[in-house]
C-alpha cells in the first residue's frame, strides 16, 4: 500500500515536470523549425504552412549584396573579437582562476560586469566616449566593444577550466626544470584548450550576433548582419529574411556539432 | 601529446586562414562604397531592386543602401555636422529640405555633372537636390472587409469601424500628413494643431493598433489587425503586389502629398559617386521601371509617359500631378517635435 | 612565478579600465550635465526624468516586464533543468544541445520566428482556432503577453543552464535519505531539493532577468510603439532626438535599476546559500 502510493507520488511529479519539460523544449525549438520551413514558401508571404515548396528565396540571397557585405563584416568583426578574447581572456582566466587575492575578486567583478550592464547603456557610453576622443565609428572601435561584452564568456569557460586542473600537475613540471612558458605550453594550455575553445565559440556567436553595442558603434558604412536584419524585419515583410534566417540556424547547429565534438561544449555548460 | 599538437596546429592553421581570408576584405575595400539612404517599404524595394543594380552597372561601385527616416537623417546629419557625414546620399520630404539647407547639411545640386537633370519637369529641378517623386496619401483600407472604397476620412470616425482603425506614429512622413489634413478638413490651420488633436481624440476608441515604424504598419495589414487607415499609395501598391488584402481610395476632399527628393550631403565621403548616384534615379529607363507595379513610384522625368496604377488613381498627366495639394512646410516644421511629443502622450492606447 | 601570473591580467584589465570604465565614467558625467551649457554639473536630467510620469511609466513597465518573463521563463526552466539532471549522460547531452541551440541563434532570427506564430495568420493562431479555444484569431502581436512569452523563450536557456549545474552536483543521497524516511516525491522535492538548488535557482534569475530587460530585439520587434521599454526609450533619445545628456541620464537610471534588482537577488542567494550548509 505504501509503496503504491510512493509509485503513484513519483510518477506523478515525473508526469508533471516531464509534461512540463517537453512543452519547454518544443517551446524552445519549434520557432527556429518553424522559421526554416517557412523560408522554403513559394509566395511572397510568411505564413505558416507556406504556400508551395520552393527554393527561390534561398536564390534571391544571391542577389542580395548588401546583406552579403553586412555578413562579411559581421564575420570579420566577430573573428577579430574572438582571437582579441581568447588571447586577453586566457591570460586574465590565469591570472586570476586560482588567486583569492582581492584584487583578483575584483577583477573577476570587473571582467564578468558586462554580462549584467546593460549592453545597450555600454554601447550608448562607448559612442559619447569615442566621440569625446575625437573619433568616428569604425571597425577596430567595433571590434573593442564587443571585446568588452565577448571577453567574459572566454573567462567563464577559461577560469572553470583552470579550476579542474591539477595544481601538482603543474608543480611536477616546475620540478622537472620547466620553465612558465614551456609548462604553460605543453601542461596548461592542452588541458584547458577545449574549455578555452569552448569559450572561443560562444564569444563568437555573441559577437555575430550582438545587437546593442552594434546598434550605436556601427554606423551604415560598417553595417552587420543583425542590425541590417532587424532593419530589414521592421520596414519590410521580405521572405528573404527567413531564408538568411534559415541559413543562420543551419549554420549555428553545424558549428555547434563542431564545437561539441572538438571542446566538448555540452560539458563547459554543465 | 599527439592529440595537443594537433590542437594547436588546428590553432595556428586558423590563424593562417583568418590572415588570409582578410585580404579579400581589403580587396573588397577598395571598391568603391557609396551610402544612400533610403526610405522603408516601397522605396527601400525599388532601390534595391532597381536603382542599385543601375548604379553599380554604370558607377562600378556598390552602394549601400541604409533605411532611415527622413527626419532621422537630419538628426544624424546635425549630430556628425563638421566631420565626415554618415551617409552620402540624403532621401527628404519636403519639410526635410527646408531643415537641412538651414542647417547647412547638404549642399547644391552639381546639375553640371548630371545630364538627366535638365529632363525633369521644371517644378521637380531644385537647385539643393532634384525631386525624385510624389508621395501621396489616401485612405487604405481591406477590400475584403470594406466593399464601398471609403471616400471620405469622416469614414474612419465611424462606429461600425471600432477597434480596427489604424495609425501610424508620427515620427513618419504619413503620420504629419494624415495629421495636417485632419487638421485643415477640422478647420485647423499650419499654426494651429488644436483641431486635429481633438479629432484624433475623438477617434482614439475606433483606433485599433498605432504601427511604431511603416514595417510594423504593414504587418497590421498583412495580420489583417486593421481594416481602414491612412495610408500612402506607394506602399498600398507594393503590399497588394504580395498578396496582402489593401487598397487605396482617394477622399473626395482630394489627393494630399509632398515631394520627395535626392540631395548630395555636406562632407560626404563619395560626392562624385553620390552625383552619379542620383542621376540615376533621374533616368526615365529607370523611373519608368519603378513606375511598374508593384513600386509605382510617381516620376518626375518629362520624357516618363504616366501609365499603369497611377493613371487610375491619382492623375493621367503630369499636370494633374502638379495640382495636388501640400502643406506650407516652413510654417509646419518647427513644431514638429512638439506635435510628436504632443502625439505621443495624448494619443496612447 | 605567482607575481608573473597576475600580470597576466595587466591587459585585460587595461582594456576594460581604457574602454568599459571610462566610457562608463563619461556617461555618469554627461548624465549630470545641464542644459544648454553642457560645463555645468546639475541633476536637471535627472528631475526631468523622474518628474515626467511617460519616464517613470517606461521604467516600472521594463522592470515589471523582467520580472513576469523571469517567472514565465523559472516555471519552464525548472522542469527542464530537473529532468536534465535525472536523465542519462547521454540525454543530458541532447537536452543541453537543444537548449544551448536557440540562445546561440541570432537573437533577430528568434524573434522573427515569433513573428511568423503570432501572427492574426499564424501558426498559434490557427492552433487555437482549431481547438476551438476562441471564435477569434487573438491579438498577440504588440501585446504586453506577447512580448513577455518570446522573451521568455529566448532567454530560457540562461535559466535553465545555472540550475542544472546545481541539480547536477547536488548530492543524490540527500533525496535518497528523504524517501527512505518516508517522504513522498513532491514532499522531497519541497523540502530538500529546491531549497538546495536555490542558489542556481538564484543565478539563473539573474541572468534571466538582466536579459530579459535589455533585449532591445525582442521588444521592439514584437512590442512595436505602443509598448515603449526603457531600451528603445534610450535609443530614441540617443539616435532620434539627438538629445546625448537626456539618454545618458536614461542610461545611467536604467543601470541601476537593473543592478538593484540584481543586488537583491544576489542577497538572497546568500541567504539561500545556508541552506546547504545548515
Known sequence: ?270 | MSKSITRREFLVAGAAVGTVALLPARALAQEKQLVAATFPGTWNEAHREILAPAFRKRAKATVTQSIILAHDQVSRLTAAKGSRAPFDVAIFDSPQVLDAVKEGLIVEYPAAKSPHFKELLPQYRDKWGPVISMQVIGIGYNPKRIKTPPKSWDELFDPKYKGRVGLTALNSQLGIAFLAELNRINGGSETDFEPAFKALKKLLPNVGAIGANLGAYATLWQQEQIDIAPYNFNFVATLSGKGVPVALSIPTTGAVGWHTSLHVVANAAEPDLAVQYIDTHLDPVVQAEMMKAPFNVIPTNAKVKLEGAITQSIGKTHAELARIRGFDWSKLNPQRGALIDRFNREIRL | MKFRESQLALPLAALFVAFFVAPLAVLIGLSLSGEPELEALSLQQYVKFFTDRFNYSILWSTILLGVKATLVCLAFGYPIAWICARSSPRWQSVIVFLVILPILTSVVVRTFSWIVILGRHGVLNKTVLWLGLADEPLDLLFTEFGVVMVLAQVQLPLMVLPILTVLSRTDPNLADASKALGAGEWRTLWRITVPLSLPGVIAGCILTYAACVTAFVTQTLIGGARLIYMPLHIYQQAVGANNWPFAATISVIFMVAVLLVVWVLNRLARVSRGFTHA
Open chain 1, 1 to 270: 500500500m505504501h509503496s503504491r502510493h510512493a509509485d503513484w507520488e513519483a510518477l506523478s511529479l515525473r508526469w508533471v515536470f516531464g509534461a512540463l519539460a517537453a512543452v519547454a523544449i518544443v517551446f524552445l525549438v519549434a520557432p527556429s523549425l518553424i522559421v526554416i520551413l517557412t523560408s522554403f514558401t513559394s509566395s511572397y508571404s510568411l505564413k505558416f504552412p507556406p504556400e508551395g515548396l520552393s527554393l527561390r528565396w534561398y536564390a534571391a540571397l544571391a542577389d542580395a549584396h548588401q546583406m552579403q557585405r553586412a555578413a562579411w563584416n559581421s564575420l570579420l568583426v566577430a573573428f577579430w573579437t574572438t582571437l582579441i578574447s581568447v588571447v586577453l581572456g586566457t591570460g586574465g582566466a590565469i591570472a586570476i582562476a586560482r588567486s583569492r587575492a582581492v584584487w583578483a575578486r575584483a577583477c573577476d567583478l570587473l571582467f564578468m560586469s558586462p554580462l549584467l550592464l546593460p549592453a545597450l547603456a555600454f554601447g550608448f557610453a562607448a559612442l559619447v566616449y569615442i566621440h569625446l576622443l575625437g573619433f568616428q565609428p569604425s571597425i577596430p572601435f567595433l571590434v573593442l566593444g564587443h571585446v568588452i561584452v565577448c571577453a567574459p564568456f572566454v573567462l567563464r569557460t577559461s577560469i572553470a577550466a583552470l579550476s579542474q586542473l591539477d595544481p601538482a600537475l603543474l608543480d611536477a613540471s616546475y620540478s622537472l626544470g620547466a620553465n612558465w612558458w614551456t609548462t604553460f605550453r605543453r601542461i596548461t594550455l592542452p588541458l584547458i584548450g577545449r574549455g578555452v575553445g569552448a569559450g572561443a565559440f560562444l564569444a563568437f556567436m555573441a559577437s555575430f550576433d550582438n545587437v546593442p553595442v552594434s546598434l550605436f558603434l556601427a554606423d551604415a558604412r560598417t553595417e552587420v548582419l543583425p542590425i541590417h536584419l532587424w532593419q530589414q524585419i521592421e520596414t519590410n515583410l521580405d521572405v528573404r529574411t527567413a531564408a538568411v534566417s534559415g541559413l543562420i540556424v543551419i549554420a549555428t547547429l553545424v558549428l555547434m556539432v563542431v564545437a561539441e565534438k572538438f571542446a566538448g561544449l555540452t560539458r563547459q555548460m554543465r
